[in-house]
């Protein structure tokens, strides 16, 4: 591979204004969820479609592992993700986060 970059049109460039969000005094709750899609499904359309759930308390989706092979039908693949639910005014309850996953 190959390519040129202009590095004095680059600095050029104004620099995006940072955002910061306060950290919650509460803590956030994880869950590992593996789901089995087609194997051309891209990544990208999987976390599109969970974050359009709309659940106010996601915070993150976070895909840490790809898997395909035994145990997994042909054309399919699993798609490990990592559920990040939490709320800056309270922590959330067991019941909650399984009504969230399911």
Request: hydrophobic fraction near 50%; include cysteine; glycine fraction near 8%.
């Amino acid at each position: 591979m190959l390519f040129e970059l202009n590095l004095e049109r680059l600095a050029a460039k104004p620099a995006p204004r940072a955002k910061f969000r306060a950290f919650s005094p509460f803590p956030v709750s994880r869950r590992d969820l593996a789901l089995i899609v087609d194997a051309a499904a891209p990544y990208g359309a999987v976390e599109g479609a969970i974050r359009a759930c709309g659940l106010a308390a996601l915070t993150d989706v976070l895909l840490f592992d790809v898997y395909a092979g035994k145990g997994i039908p042909d054309g399919k693949k699993s798609l490990a993700v990592r559920l990040t639910f939490g709320r800056d005014d309270r922590t959330l309850t067991d019941a909650e986060i399984a009504g969230f996953v399911e």
